[in-house]
């Protein structure tokens, strides 16, 4: 499949301090989860994928424009880009209508009867078409959350990058997104810390860690790093990375040496993120 | 009810080709009958009805042009760079600095108790600055969608631009001000301009280069340190002679040039032109 963007060799570094380390990988049509922890890398992964960033090293290609080797080449990309930052914040005064009509002008829609039916068309997609007139400083978390992923459907991108999409969001906002997502022609990348996104909504998962991507498969293929390995029993087993007890009073352990009591369950997607994450020392862990 | 609306009727009302008293009487009768109205949503295709629901939703959110897009429109500007200037954060900052900047020079240069020749100093040493502190404030540093801003395919070289004009629109005439406002000042008001269109185009150049609050301090602290120069060797009136007029107009010419070199191929503090 051909793929609609990718790194060649891609390193992030703030000052002396790596936030990328040398990377490569394609993406193709589909949904991409990208998990990790805090300060992984996934922010400046999704700023350099949007050319918000420019590389320390390697050449990054989007809808077949290298955005490294010249102006023309990023301004080509980013007419076939939505990107929708962790946070936005909104300029004061403005309605949502104003907000998105603004991002329009900026996404090159100059013919404004166009750009205003455009706008409709996202703030429908987002379910926010009676909000419209409303000011932004008047809308809910939720509503300002997806007044920010609207603004990166303008003009259905090719390839749309979120970060954090489904924070603040509540279970039915999510549920609808997830919708939204999964029903769009083009590369969707999201990053996220919520486990049920990915294994709900994406047809591959990057886990990246220190800057390195530790895994990239699918949800079952990652979900099969983990099988045998997460047990359910009266007492946590030996050397568990995590335990906890659960509704029904028995402990779940993921990892470690199970009890003899304890049984074997399915693992989920965040099991198998946990696990990754313990083994994190070992050189390249499960990349493909 | 002693009647109801048939099917012919309503043909000819969805047509268009009932005369306006019958159109009326067909209207005054649906506010009172159920019937009617529930027999008329099955005369028009759902489609239909979306649209027009489409249409009027669009026209309740479309932004209602305030007082001053209006007077953009009228002089001209294209409709696109009226949304631009328009919003609302990105403008208000450089117009701030700008007139707070020439409201601050004022006060200085008119109610500081200066001798008239320190009182030359202080003028041409700060009034030149208004219109770089306006430019460099339009720069993306400090917009609040710098990130989603910087990730659109719009010229940021533009959008600065935009901004800095409609800063300047206000912040120029306020600042001229200065110089027909303050007392003995006639001679030197209008001398300012040529140096601040040299030290204006030299931060945009400057800009392709360092981010907006170093190009600031640069411009800044150069044009101070020029004026005080003059000033210990007593030829600050040098800056009002014609022969250095020129030269400021012939330096923003090169720049001008610089400018268009420099942003046909690099970026700005960082983010892509």
Known sequence: MTAIASFEGVSKKYGRAPALRPTTLDLQRGVVGLLGPNGAGKTTMLRLLSTALPPSTGRIVVAGFDVTASHANRVEARRRIGYCPQEVTFPRGMTAFDFLDYLGVLKEWKDSSRRHDEVQRVLDLVHLADRGAMKVSKLSGGQRRRLAIAQALIGSPDLLILDEPTTGLDPEQRASLRGLLSGLPGTVLISTHQTEDVSALCDRVLVIDAGAIRFDGTVPELLATAAGRVHLGPTPTSGAVQTWKTGTGLVRSVGGQPAPDSSVVDPSVEDAYLLLRSERHTPQGVNR | ?273
């Open chain 2, 1 to 273: 009810m002693s009647w109801h609306v048939d099917a012919p009727v309503w043909d000819a009302y969805a047509a268009g080709r009932l005369d306006p008293a019958a159109e009326l009487s067909l209207e005054s009768h649906l506010t009172g009958c159920p019937d009617c109205r529930a027999a008329a949503r099955s005369q028009v295709a759902p489609a239909a009805v979306d649209e027009v629901w489409s249409r009027v939703r669009l026209t309740i959110s479309a932004p209602a042009h305030p007082l001053s897009q209006r007077a953009m429109r009228r002089l001209g500007v294209p409709a696109d760079d009226v949304v631009v200037v328009s919003a609302a954060d990105s403008f208000m900052v450089p117009w701030a600095v700008a007139v707070g900047f020439a409201l601050v020079s004022a006060c200085v240069v008119g109610l500081a108790g200066l001798g008239p020749a320190n009182r030359d100093v202080v003028f041409l040493a700060l009034v030149p600055l208004v219109p770089v502190l306006a430019v460099v404030a339009s720069y993306d540093a400090l917009d609040p969608l710098r990130e989603v801003v910087a990730a659109t395919p719009y010229s940021k070289l533009r959008l600065a631009l935009l901004r800095a004009t409609a800063a300047l629109a206000v912040a120029l005439p306020a600042t001229m001000a200065i110089g027909f406002v303050v007392p003995d000042m006639e001679d030197l008001a209008l001398a300012w301009l040529a140096p601040s269109l040299g030290l204006t185009l030299a931060a945009l150049v400057l800009l392709t280069w360092f981010e907006a609050w170093v190009t600031g301090g640069l411009v800044t602290s150069a044009w101070v340190t020029v004026v005080a120069l003059l000033r210990i060797g007593d030829q600050v009136d040098s800056l009002a002679t014609p022969v250095v007029q020129v030269a400021f107009l012939v330096a923003a010419g090169g720049l001008s040039l610089a400018l268009v070199l420099r942003t046909s191929t690099l970026r700005i503090q960082g983010g892509e032109l």
